[in-house]
């Protein structure tokens, strides 16, 4: 379903925004558990003949209309100079997962001319972020007048309450302390979504003598704050669900991974490394030997030059110091290693931390026990400073 209109009729600036509107009630829900928003949009030239429509989700369930119009409907026209007008303020890189981009980028590279945006997202992390990166860009932005802006707002109410209370939450969690911040619920999670391998792993290496699933393993999580009860419900903290969850990434995306692989040649490969974040290591050094040893080196002169393997284990200590490291109470940015043909990067948020409340549990130690083994060595050898103090004393 999607609206009608007249290809060669040139519209107004006002009954493209509404027409937007009409086509953003087309939307379709992706998910069951919380609201989303009904976006709708329209590219159009810059004198007002409608190129195409779109409304969220409409070629596929959660797709941007941004997306669905520039890389979908009209990837192969020219739309420079092009005006779109859209209900919702367009998303931006920092909230997508790689190798999705933020609706800004796409519009950036189909150079168009100006955006008109219905009202601004009440996501904290996208608010007045996206019209501003649009403008850092150099495209202008028109915000729309009263009228329509409160129709749509009317529109998304559910969207709306839905995004101003989690952005109280946020806000909140950012002013805590980082214990209080770990210990703190997993909204929406429950104990089911710890990941069997993952669990069975630690019980494996911890000799427990509990099963996942069981009460005595509930017992467990609860008395170790892992786990809180909700009246019959045992819901995961975050804590728990950083170490345990099949999908921590989901909830926690900071908590994700990125392992950036840049081949030379302009090409690359970006790689989401999602919960347990007990289990990365192991998965990012198996996914570096995989794909990332044989990099070659396009040179100018056109010889292409093999690089000889990467110093495997220095990388393997440097992969799960950020890991063990990093201040995991920072939620706008995520472990990253990027690799290419003359460096290597690893970026962990935050100061070097001690391992966080992990160590306390003695968790860490079991999960990543022979990673951990060898972090020592490493530590003791290189002299490092007493922040892996506690890591070593296993
Ligand atoms: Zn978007």
């Known amino acids: 379903m999607a609206i009608e209109y007249d290809k060669k009729k040139k519209y107004s600036p006002e009954e493209l925004m509404e027409m937007a509107y009409q086509e953003s009630l087309f939307s379709i829900h992706e998910h069951g558990h919380k609201p989303d928003p009904l976006v709708g949009a329209i590219l159009a030239t810059s004198d007002g003949k409608i190129l195409a429509t779109s409304h969220r989700g409409e070629l596929r369930i959660g797709e941007h209309c941004e997306f669905t119009l520039i890389e979908r409907k009209l990837k192969s026209e020219n739309l420079k100079g092009c005006h779109l007008y859209v209900t919702l303020e367009t998303c931006i890189d920092k909230v997508r997962k790689p190798p999705k981009r933020g609706c800004v980028t796409h519009i950036y590279k189909a150079r168009l001319a100006k955006v008109y945006i219905g009202i601004r997202d009440p996501d904290i992390d996208i608010e007045n972020e996206g019209a501003g990166e649009l403008i850092a860009k ?77 009460k005595a393993f509930n017992d467990w999580a609860l008395s170790f704050e892992l786990a809180m009860r909700d009246g019959e419900i045992i819901m995961p903290t975050k804590l728990g669900l950083m170490l345990f969850g099949e999908h921590a990434g989901d909830t926690l995306s900071h908590t994700i991974f990125k392992v950036e692989l840049d081949y030379g040649n302009g090409k690359a490969e970006i790689e989401d490394f999602d919960g347990p974040v007990a289990t990365q290591l192991p998965r990012i050094m198996k996914f570096i030997k995989d794909k990332g040893l044989k990099l070659t080196i396009d040179r100018s002169s056109a010889k292409r030059e093999i690089v000889s393997d990467f110093p495997v284990e220095v990388l393997r200590e440097v992969v799960a110091n950020a890991i063990i490291h990093r201040d995991y109470t920072i939620t706008e940015a995520t472990n990253y290693l990027y690799i290419g043909p003359e460096k290597i990067i690893v970026r962990s948020p935050g100061m070097p931390m001690p391992p966080l409340q992990l160590m306390i549990f003695g968790l860490w130690i079991c999960l990543l026990l022979a990673e951990i083994r060898r972090l020592c060595s490493f530590i003791t050898e290189w002299g490092w400073p007493k922040q892996g103090g506690l890591v070593c004393e296993i």
């Open 138 to 214: 150099g495209i202008i932005v028109e915000d729309f007048h009263f009228d329509i802006a409160e129709k749509i707002r009317l529109s998304l109410a559910e969207f709306i309450k839905y995004k101003e209370a989690q952005k109280l939450i946020i806000q909140q969690e950012r002013e805590e302390n980082p214990i209080a911040y770990l210990k703190q619920a997993a909204i929406n999670t429950t104990i089911s979504q710890f990941s069997k391998t993952a669990v069975d792993e630690f019980i494996r290496n911890s000799q427990a003598t509990f099963i996942y699933p069981s």
